[in-house]
């Protein structure tokens, strides 16, 4: 089991904001996993690897078996982390039953601590199912890309006064399913901030503003190597991606002139 539990992520409301970022492969657990056991206490594979590493303009394609291959390369490095997993698009919308099954895939191939389910009370039966037998749940609430078809875009929630109510009525029911943690995505900042307030659970935002419980950014947005435009929620906190262009035409230049591989990189 890892270092993160549910138990411990709940006893951060109130004691200290904290951070969380996605991860989709080995080298970026390995990364998170070399910061200490403090600094990111959960790590989502989310179904967001559909759109920066699969390259689609959605998540909508992504499938349960895509998920569990993701979700098993960081989970055989993640040792301390919460290792959260999405349900894809459409594995569990059909009913309960599968939804249930593909939950526990997530765990028992993925090695994932809880899944995470998008939807208000329409999910509530499932996510009280899945607590039930032993599965950890985090909701997703707002701007929830399955439902991109439906709300015609990517698009921010919650402004008008009755879909606000909407939404805190969706999380307070998620709340009372018993999710441990909720994640708020695509929503004015003072509804962020009156969710993490009326909830016992910690409240991870994205695109919320800075009143909620902790935050979350998907790994190629925060470090600066998602090439063109990003959502106006995100902090590029590093230039991975000037980095990587950089050292490849560093390593061009190289190869061209014939000073790679220099001697000593190569065996006698
Ligand atoms: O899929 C994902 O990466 C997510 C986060 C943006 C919260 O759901």
Redesign the pocket.
């Known amino acids: 089991m890892r270092t993160w539990t549910p138990q411990k992520i709940r006893a951060l409301k109130g004691a200290r904001r904290f951070a969380t970022v996605?991860c989709y492969d080995a080298t970026s657990a390995a990364i998170v996993e070399a910061l200490g056991p403090e600094a990111i206490p959960l790590v989502?594979v989310?179904?967001?690897v559909g759109m920066v590493v699969q390259g689609h303009d959605s998540?909508l394609p992504v499938t349960m078996d895509e998920m569990v291959y993701h979700t098993r390369c960081v989970g055989r490095v993640l040792r301390t982390a919460f290792l959260l997993s999405?349900l894809p698009f459409g594995a569990y919308q059909a009913d309960e039953a599968e939804g249930l099954r593909n939950a526990f895939r997530l765990v028992k191939e993925g090695g994932a601590d809880g899944v995470?389910i998008e939807g208000g009370e329409r999910v509530v039966p499932l996510v009280r199912r899945l607590v039930e037998a032993g599965v950890p749940v985090c909701g997703?609430l707002g701007l929830t890309?399955q439902s991109c078809l439906a709300m015609g875009g990517f698009k921010v929630q919650g402004r008008e006064p009755q879909a606000a109510e909407r939404l805190l009525r969706d999380a307070r029911a998620l709340e009372a399913a018993g999710c441990f943690a909720l994640?708020a995505?695509g929503i004015p900042a003072e509804l962020g901030a009156r969710l993490a307030a009326e909830l016992a659970i910690p409240v991870i935002g994205?695109g919320a503003g800075s009143g909620t419980d902790g935050q979350?950014l998907?790994w190629q947005d925060l470090l600066g190597l998602t090439q063109g435009r990003v959502p106006r929620f995100v902090r590029r906190f590093g230039a991975l991606g000037d980095a990587a262009k950089a050292a490849l035409t560093d390593y061009a230049a190289a190869v061209a002139a014939g000073a790679f591989p220099a001697e000593g990189e190569a065996y006698a």
């Open positions: 996605t989502l989310g179904d967001s998540t999405d995470k997703h890309p994640v995505e994205i979350i998907v």
